[in-house]
């Protein structure tokens, strides 16, 4: 179950907060819960202070009924109003009431450390449990190490634990790909794709929040109670809760879920999600598998070279069908992989490449309509929405003209007319014509608050939202620079405006997927973004744009799997979930030059992560690639299936339809931009 609302903001200085937690606390719950035990507590003086020397403090309180959660201060300032109900609760998930459990017992270690311990009986069964805080000297970061047992099972309770218990300020929830900017979040079960927690912000900016599980830890195991941790979060209701146990405790169980907590509060997306992720990965000791090895880079191209030759999804005179079994040809890509071909051709000097390059691009062109946009897909026969074959703007089920794939045709069809030109003196100016028409019709589409929509009603003409357009924020300069149209960069400029402050700002990525609608939570469009940054960072030379595309690459990860799932035989680590309705684990390098980011990354910062990161996705790439039989060459969809939502016969290690268009062709493109690949065997 999940509940999806909108953006959110970011800031941090990082403060990192590694709770390290078996159970899950509960806050103020839904309205349908029902707190029965509240100690109507009362502040005594008492109280145990934890303080490091890098501005992180966590006050205990002791109140008349026993020790509480009480305070985080970050700088000074509290997170959030002093928890007073106590360390942690249990809850019925069937009737919803709610048992608070203050600590009986509390030892203050040192100025860093300390442990409070409990129980109570729970019809008929001891609740057990132990908490220890420790935060470290010289770093934000702080253990919260929680456990609890139960001497007889103990059905319909479930043990839930967050970082405060009441609300006096606003906050906001991202958790890709179940929530973005939501002020309302129910998880249940988490099956999260990357790192395996929560973003909490304040909408205003000023604090940043990762609660998330340690996920060095056997996290959200399907085969164990782990897969059936819950989160919840309401604004001013429910605080931000992991929920775990749900419906039966069982005796004889050692209950252990590590938590951590990483705040920061420099106010602005590149400070606040550069400090906590470089935090989470010190304090998690991540490190990227160097190990997978699959196949070098000179042969992944020479297998899809001659593959493709043959491939069975060609068609003359059309192009590619874009995947196995499907009753069309995606003309949006036609263009990508004509230059790509294009490219072959200059390679091998084989004429083949050469006539499916114009083949694909004549074909797209005549799909363009009298207004100049392009319809983005041709059907060879009736189905869904195409009543005939023709060319449409029914992408799988989702009609509409797209704004970002116009773009994404334009930007490859100026490309491929440019060094057609250069290298063989040919000016297709129907080419030049047909890009330069849509893109008129591209900038008529801008909305006012400078974003572009991702979808226009073919009839009423009726614009989407604005959201992330990733093919557009790149391609527009990348026209300018060919046609010289300065109309390109004013739009690009206003664009710019938007990204800062409704996609970076709110972590709200959106709109990547053509056959989704605008809301569609995605992955994708952040490697755009990186893109977008470092080709402006090449133009001026500005160290801001380099921080935002460093920033952005760590928000990535999030998304991304960090390590091996220990139920999945096939590579996990560097995965990530599609979307929202695929929640399979993908490796795509999906229109956004991923590949070739993370070794731009890597050459202009020197930090050998993004090196280690081009490598991983090259290889995952690589362990989907196809290697026999009618699509030899093509890639596959998906590297696995972690919760089984695929319902496929492979399990957790479902791979899918093998990919004949974009996803090879961009992946190959990019190893002939980085010099990896030479002339085909």
Same mark, same amino acid.
């Given at each position: ?32 819960? #029902?707190? *029965? ?24 309180? =002791? ?15 509290? *997170? ?32 860093? /450390? ?7 009986? $729970? ?93 060095? /830890?056997? %996290? ?19 605080? +931000? ?16 879920? +590590?938590?951590?907590?990483?705040? @920061? ?27 997978? &090895? ?28 874009? &995947? ?15 230059? !790509?071909? !294009? ?10 490449? #050469? ?10 062109? =005549? ?7 392009? &319809? ?11 009543? @005939? ?31 057609? =030109? ?30 572009? +929509? ?9 614009? @989407?939202?604005? *959201? ?17 149209? =300065? ?18 700002? &709110? ?18 469009? $952040? ?43 096939? +590579? ?12 399979? !684990?993908? *490796?795509?390098? %999906? ?91």
């Amino acid at each position: 179950m999940y509940i999806v609302g909108k953006k959110l903001f970011s800031s941090t200085t990082v403060v990192v907060v590694i709770l390290a937690v078996t159970a899950f606390s509960l806050i103020n719950s839904a309205a349908a819960d #029902r707190v *029965v035990s509240s100690n109507n507590s009362e502040i005594i003086s008492n109280s145990i202070p934890l303080e490091n020397a890098v501005g992180l403090k966590w006050k205990l309180l =002791k109140t008349n009924a026993g020790w509480s959660l009480g305070s985080i201060l970050l700088h000074n300032k509290e *997170v959030e109003q002093a928890a007073k109900q106590g360390m942690l609760s249990v809850r019925n998930a069937k009737t919803g009431e709610i048992r608070w459990m203050t600590a009986s017992q509390a030892d203050k270690i040192d100025n860093h /450390t300390a442990r409070l311990s409990g129980q109570d009986n $729970i019809d008929g069964a001891n609740f057990v449990w132990t908490i220890e805080i420790s935060l470290s000297k010289d770093s934000l970061e702080a253990n919260f190490s929680s456990s609890w047992n139960v001497d007889r099972d103990l059905n319909n309770w479930e043990v839930c634990l967050s970082y405060h218990d009441g609300f006096s300020k606003d906050w906001r929830l991202q958790s890709y790909p179940w929530a973005g900017y939501s002020e309302s979040v129910n998880i249940s079960p988490m099956r999260y794709c990357g790192v395996p927690g929560v973003l909490v912000y304040r909408p205003d900016q000023s604090l940043v929040i990762l609660f998330a599980i340690d996920s060095r /830890t056997d %996290y959200l195991n399907p085969m164990t109670w782990t897969g059936k941790t819950s989160f919840q979060f309401t604004n001013r209701v429910t605080a +931000p809760q992991f929920r775990s146990g749900i419906n039966n405790l069982k005796a004889g169980i050692k209950y252990e879920l +590590p938590l951590q907590l990483f705040l @920061s509060d420099s106010r602005d997306f590149t400070g606040a999600i550069t400090s906590i992720m470089q935090s989470w990965i010190k304090v998690n000791d991540y490190k990227v598998d160097t190990t997978l &090895h699959v196949r070098t880079p000179q042969q992944a191209f020479d297998i899809s070279v001659d593959g493709r030759r043959k491939m069975d999804s060609w068609k003359p005179g059309i192009g590619y069908e874009h &995947h196995k079994g499907t009753p069309f040809i995606y003309v949006g890509n036609n263009p990508i992989i004509a230059y !790509y071909e !294009y490219r072959l051709y200059e390679m091998t000097g084989d004429k083949l490449w #050469r006539e499916r390059a114009f083949q694909q691009i004549d074909f797209a062109i =005549k799909g363009q309509q009298s207004s100049g946009v392009f &319809h983005t897909s041709y059907y060879f026969r009736k189905s869904g929405g195409a009543t @005939s074959p023709g060319y449409y703007s029914w992408d799988w089920g989702h009609n509409g003209y797209k704004v970002d794939i116009n773009t994404w045709m334009v930007r490859y069809i100026l490309q491929t007319w440019q060094r057609v =030109k250069e290298k063989e003196g040919l000016d297709r100016e129907d080419w030049h014509k047909a890009a330069t028409a849509s893109l008129s019709w591209i900038l008529a589409q801008q909305n006012e608050d400078g974003g572009f +929509p991702q979808v226009v009603d073919v009839q009423s003409g009726l614009k @989407s939202k604005s *959201v992330v357009c990733g093919r557009t924020l790149v391609g527009l300069p990348i026209i300018a620079a060919i046609t010289g149209d =300065k109309r390109c960069l004013v739009a690009s400029a206003k664009q710019e405006v938007f990204l800062k402050e409704e996609v970076e700002g &709110h972590f709200w990525y959106t709109g990547q997927h053509p056959d989704l609608p605008p809301e569609d939570f995605e992955q994708d469009s $952040i490697y755009n973004v990186v893109e977008y940054w470092l080709d402006k960072y090449d133009r001026t030379n500005d160290q801001i744009c380099l921080d935002h595309a460093v920033a952005n690459a760590y928000y990535a990860l999030l998304y991304w799997c960090p390590k091996q799932l220990s139920w999945v035989k096939n +590579p996990t680590q560097g995965a990530h979930t599609e979307q929202l309705h695929f929640n399979q !684990y993908s *490796v795509y390098s %999906y229109h956004n030059r991923k590949i070739q980011c993370l070794d731009r990354l890597f050459r202009k910062t020197g930090n050998p992560l993004f090196e280690q990161l081009r490598d991983r996705v090259i290889q995952l790439n690589f362990y989907t690639q196809v290697t026999e039989g009618p699509y030899r060459g093509s890639v596959s969809e998906a590297i696995a299936d972690p919760w089984l939502e695929r319902k496929s016969q492979y399990g957790f290690n479902m791979r899918g339809n093998p990919y004949t268009s974009e996803l090879v062709s961009d992946l190959m493109l990019q190893l002939i931009d980085l010099g990896m690949v030479q002339k085909p065997y």
